[in-house]
Structure formats: C-alpha cells, structure tokens
C-alpha cells in the first residue's frame, strides 16, 4: 500500500511513545508488515529502489567485441567509414552467432560510445607563464556617434599570465584594423608576448585552421617584425582562449553599457583606455593572489621590447586621379588638389585614415569611409579651379557638400554674382568659414556685406619686429687684482 507522510508519521510517533506493532496495526487499519517496515525509521515511503534488469544476451564476449569494434574505428580515424550500430549486430550474428535483437545491440552500442568517449564539454585547466602569450579577439556593440546610431566592432586583448586587459574599438574588422589594434595593444603593455593566440581570422589566415593553418603573407611579416608566433585555436574551441572570450562580454556589459553617445570614434576609444587602465589599477581575479596591477608589474619585465621601426600596416594602393579630381579607394572617392589631375598617386588606407601621397609628398588625409559609392569633396581642393570657371559655382558639388546654405543664400546677393561668390570662397579657405560668417553677424542685418567689406575685417596688423631694449643696462664691474696676482704682475 501507498504510506502517506500522515501515515507515516503516526506511525513513527506511536512506536517511539512504545507502543506495539500489532497495536499500531489494529488501530491504524493497515498490516503488521507496514508498521514494521516503516516504525523504526530505517526507510522512507517515498523512496523506491531503481529498477535494473541484466539482460543475460549482452555477455562479456558480446560486450568486448563491441568495444573492439568501437577501438578500431577510432585507430582508423575514418569519420566516412566506422561501424554503426546495425553493422555491428550483423557481425555478431554472423560472427558470434549471437541470437539477441538489435534494439538491445543499439542501446548497448549507445551506452558503450558514451563510456569509452571524452565529454565534448570537458576543458583542460591551463597555466601560462609571465609575458609566454596574449589572447585576442573580436566583439561588436552598437554606438551613438555624432547622434547617429552605429554598430563597431571592439578588439580585445589580454595578458594570459596577469590577465591585465586592452580594448578598442574600430568600424571594421578589416586587416588593416587588426594589424593596427595590435601594434596599439603592444604599446598599451609596452611590450610583445612570444606568441599570440587566437581564432582563424580570415584577415590573417588564408587556409586550414588550428595547428594546419597557414597565415597570409601579410600578417607573416607583421609577426616577423614583432617576433612573436601565431598560435591558431581550433574551430569551435573557445576554450583555447577561454580569458579573452571572458574578456569580450565583460566589455560589453560594463564597457558599453549604457549605451556610448560619443562625437567620435577618437572619444570613445579614449574611454575605453581609461576603462582598461582602471581595471587594471583596480581590479583582483578571485582565483588570484596577486593584483591585476601586481601581476602586470611581475610580467612586464618578460615582455619583448618594440622595436623602433613601426610595421606599416596600411593597405596600399596607387589610383589614378580621375577627371574630377577625385581617387576611388576601397568603393568611395576622395578628393585631391586639382593640379594632381590624371596623375598617379600613392594611397595608404588606416583603420580610421586614408592619406594620399605624390612623390612622397602627403597631398590629403580623410577620415576613412566605409561602405560603398560615397565621395567627399573639399573646397580648396577645387578653389583654383572655380577661379578660372566661376560660372559653375553655384552647382559645383565640392561647394554644395562643404559649405552652409547661410552662405550659399548670401552669395546669391552678392552684387558681383558668381565671380563675388568665388572671392568669398576664397576667403572661406583661407580664413575659415565661421570666422567669415561671424563678421557677417556683426554688421547691420539691412546691410549685404560684400567681399571687400569681409576682407577689410579679415585684415591683421602684423606683430611687430622691433625688440625693445631697456634705457638704462646695469653693468657689473669686475676686480681684475686676483687675475694679476695669478699672473704675477706687480700691481702699483
């Protein structure tokens, strides 16, 4: 019968108070044995013994050839080509004559590979010594830069022995932007690890993974420059790099959170190194005896020393410059000085610049653009040229994207039309818009100013180069008597 916890405990009190089981029995309605099973408290009515039945068919014969066949395949190492559960019960009838069914083969088969198999889940603790290897990789965020929302990716690095921290963050995960965010995370540590690990990248891997991938030629003599070995994870093998996977969303929970609103990428960067600076001043790993910050201090002595030379690692290119005067790298365009017109130039593309050189010469730097088909103009790129055609001002596109519609609306009235309109631009590149646009504001409002008037405000008395002296010079009046007493000359 079903002994409730009611039951059960009447039982129980009944025969601590000394009564006899025969009396519990009768007085309760339920047999002498379920008193006596229950009264002196060496069970429980819930607890039920598990049911296990030893099928006689799986023999220890029949159990050692499933194991050797399940050996074999492993020896083979042919993921195409190993017993499954069937093939194994038709050997055993034909081999063994075994005269069992194949549902009982399968279940034996399925808890044998589980006895004999290394649970996926199962980790290896490591142990890494001071300045042996630093662990990095990506994670992504979403931003506000300039009001405007945007999603960036951040890397992370971190010292396997301190476990001190670097995160940065980059609009793409490009090569450029990784060969970059290490040559800073090295400067961070002051100093190169002997080897780097992380996952196979395809900005710095071009084929095979874990210990059979090959780097790309590019991130070769990056590696070489720095001297450090690159040490690939395998797929799927987070564990490898278990401390910078920790690193990624400890970042963004506590980086990224609230939500940066930021006006540049600059800004947010130098946040983010205050963040790692304070991690490290402030932080203790709880497995740890020493500090982040003693750790750190203990490993740096056995961090290599940077070299002088700093590794280039833009992406290079050598554009024509078109009939616009622009230079397409990467999917969009940039602007240049017109006299550079249909001349080939050198490109250098950052993770956040894109400089252009002729002859060595740097022409023009721009914030880089990601995406595709976007072109940035400027205005003293173009100023020579609408001298010579004034009449295409009012349309020109490098006029139209770089200055205000305050000044576009007050060159329209001018009295000098077009022509006006370029002296004012001239003036915008020389002396800046705003400074232009400020003296505007403070003349009468019924007054157009025109170009002279702007200009005779622009104009600066120069410093003068005259020094003044002062009228009186106090000379100090020497005693020559010990220079002649050196010298022995009689003094009369």
């Not at 205050?274 to 932080?283: A, F, K, P, Q, V």
């Not at 003693?294 to 020393?305: C, G, P, R, S």
């Not at 000085?337 to 252009?356: D, E, H, Q």
């Not at 170009?451 to 009228?471: A, C, G």
Request: aromatic share 12%.
């Amino acid at each position: 019968m079903i002994v409730e916890v009611d039951l059960y405990y009447q039982i129980r009190i009944r025969y601590s108070d000394g009564e006899s089981i025969r009396s519990i029995a009768r007085s309760l309605g339920i047999s002498r044995q379920t008193v006596k099973k229950y009264c002196e408290g060496n069970t429980y009515p819930d607890i039920r013994k598990e049911y296990s039945r030893q099928t006689e068919v799986i023999t220890d014969d029949v159990q050692s050839f499933i194991l050797a066949c399940l050996e074999e395949d492993r020896q083979m190492k042919l993921s195409k080509q190993k017993h499954t559960a069937k093939r194994i019960y038709d050997r055993l009838v034909k081999e063994k004559d075994f005269k069992g069914g194949e549902s009982t083969i399968r279940k034996a088969v399925k808890a044998l590979r589980i006895e004999s198999s290394i649970p996926p889940q199962a980790d290896v603790p490591l142990e890494y010594e001071p300045g042996e290897a630093i662990q990095i990789d990506w994670g992504d965020a979403t931003v506000y830069i300039n009001n405007q929302k945007r999603k960036i990716a951040f890397f992370c690095g971190r010292l396997s022995y301190s476990c001190d921290i670097f995160v940065q963050a980059f609009y793409s995960q490009n090569l450029e932007s990784f060969l970059e965010a290490q040559q800073l995370m090295f400067d961070h540590f002051k100093g190169i690890p002997s080897r780097i690990i992380f996952d196979n990248a395809k900005v710095a891997v071009k084929e095979g993974f874990g210990r059979h991938a090959k780097a790309t030629d590019g991130y070769k003599s990056f590696a070489a420059h720095y001297a450090f070995q690159t040490d690939f994870c395998n797929i799927a093998s987070g564990n490898e790099k278990g401390l910078v996977e920790n690193l990624v969303g400890y970042a963004r929970r506590n980086f990224m959170v609230p939500v940066p609103r930021v006006s540049s990428l600059d800004e947010l960067n130098q946040s983010l190194l205050r963040d790692c600076l304070s991690y490290r001043n402030n932080h203790k790993i709880a497995t740890h005896n020493q500090t982040v910050k003693e750790a750190y201090e203990e490993e740096w002595y056995f961090l290599k020393q940077i070299p002088a030379y700093r590794f280039d690692t833009s992406r290079s290119a050598t554009p024509i410059v078109g009939d616009y005067s622009t230079v397409r790298f990467e999917k969009n365009n940039y602007s240049v000085p017109i006299k550079y017109l249909r001349k080939t130039i050198n490109a250098k593309g950052y993770a956040s610049k894109v400089c252009f050189f002729y002859n060595n010469e740097l022409i023009a730097t721009y914030d880089r653009m990601y995406g595709s088909g976007k072109t940035e103009y400027r205005l003293e790129h173009y100023i020579e040229l609408l001298e010579r055609k004034p009449r295409s001002v009012f349309q020109a596109k490098p006029v139209k994207s770089s200055v205000t519609k305050e000044l576009l609306d007050w060159g329209r009235l001018l009295p000098g039309g077009n022509a006006e309109m370029v002296k004012l631009l001239r003036l915008c590149v020389d002396y800046g818009e705003e400074r232009v646009l400020y003296i505007k504001s403070q003349l009468p409002q019924s007054l157009v100013p025109t170009v002279d008037m702007i200009r005779s405000q622009l104009h600066t008395t120069p410093e003068s180069n005259l020094v003044y002296l002062k009228s009186e010079i106090q000379v100090t009046t020497t005693d020559l008597a010990i220079y002649d007493e050196k010298c022995g000359v009689a003094v009369r």
